[in-house]
């Protein structure tokens, strides 16, 4: 074998050594991603519903004869006490003298009497001086404002969890009133299936009137959140909304997660680690299992 030969022999043994190292470099390079570590924080979970203020009491007295009014003692927007006379009629005074004796029950005195049932305002539309009533006439409105309630309807994704122990607070009048639940429907509305939730706050002061825009907080259990921006948010094999984070060995893993609130801002989710390492750039060019390098 000529010298020349065994010279291109070693040439080509060189080259091929020289390309499989090549190869095997160009193999082991990782794709680069940005990424943050991220700490969970502890908050309530809220279901927010937006509903309008009510008062906690109102109804129509109607009388049950025919009579004529003598006198209305009441103006509109009077308040007045419980079993309070409002109107007198023709009978009034001999009824009173005979129930005052005995003579009746408080049940036939009150077919003349028609005093107030509760506390409250006298609101506009009662009769006047002179006017025929018959039975079925409302005579008279009351409105009971000592306490407000606010009706609000959750959805059934919502429901669960929320129990008459919930803390609530009712956003009205740019002030936070804490309420308590008095009512949650045992069955969803046919049609919305949404779920009938009755929240009532002290209002002994008389500040919220009927029909004000109120919103209702209601503060569910405790969960850990993580602060995410929204570019981060990643979709799963089977279409699941979730992020894509590094273990300790960085490999990529999806999470799928679950969007407590949304911001313009930011984001916080649950379903992750209390700490997780979240790919911030360049999830999208990379898939569950893959091995990355980080800048």
């Given at each position: 074998?000529?010298?020349?030969f065994?010279?291109?022999k ?34 309530n979970?809220?279901?927010n ?8 009491r109102?109804?129509e007295?109607?009388?049950?004869i025919?009579?004529?009014i003598?006198?209305v003692?009441?103006?509109k927007?009077?308040?007045v ?11 009034y ?18 077919k ?10 006298l609101?506009?539309?009662h009769?006047?001086?002179?006017e025929?009533i ?6 008279y ?8 309630k ?6 059934e ?12 607070e ?12 008095d009512?949650?429907?045992p069955?969803?509305?046919?049609d919305t ?30 969960i850990?959140?993580?602060k ?17 984070v ?11 997660i ?15 680690d ?5 790919i ?6 990379v ?9």
């Open positions: 074998m000529s010298l020349s065994k010279i291109i070693v040439l080509l043994i060189f080259i091929s050594v020289l390309f499989l190292h090549i190869n095997l470099l160009l193999s082991e390079t990782l794709f680069k991603v940005k990424s943050m570590t991220s700490l969970a924080t502890e908050i979970k809220t279901v519903i937006s509903s309008t203020s009510e008062a906690y109102k109804i007295v109607q009388s049950e025919t009579s004529k003598e006198k003692l009441k103006t927007g009077s308040l006490k419980d079993k309070d006379v409002i109107v007198e009629l023709e009978e005074d001999s009824y009173k003298k005979l129930f005052d004796n005995g003579l009746i029950s408080r049940n036939e005195f009150n003349i009497a028609l005093l107030t049932p509760f506390e409250g305002i609101l506009d539309g009769k006047i001086e002179g025929l018959t039975p079925g006439s409302v005579v409105e009351i409105i009971d404002l000592s306490k407000i606010i009706i609000g309807y959750v959805n994704n919502e429901i669960n969890g929320i129990t008459i122990d919930n803390t609530v009712v956003k009205i009048l740019n002030k936070k009133i804490l309420g308590i639940i009512y949650i429907s069955i969803a509305d046919y299936k949404t779920f009938e939730i009755i929240v009532i706050f002290d209002n002994s002061d008389l500040q919220v009137r009927d029909g004000i825009s109120a919103e209702l907080i209601v503060y569910k259990d405790k850990k959140v993580h995410i921006s929204p570019s981060v948010l990643s979709l799963g094999e089977n279409g699941d909304i979730g992020i894509k590094l273990n300790k060995d960085n490999e990529v893993i999806f999470k799928e679950e969007i407590i609130e949304d911001t313009s801002d930011y984001m916080l989710i649950s379903g992750l209390d700490e997780e390492n979240i911030t750039i360049g999830q999208q060019y898939s569950s299992g893959d091995k990355v390098d980080t800048e």
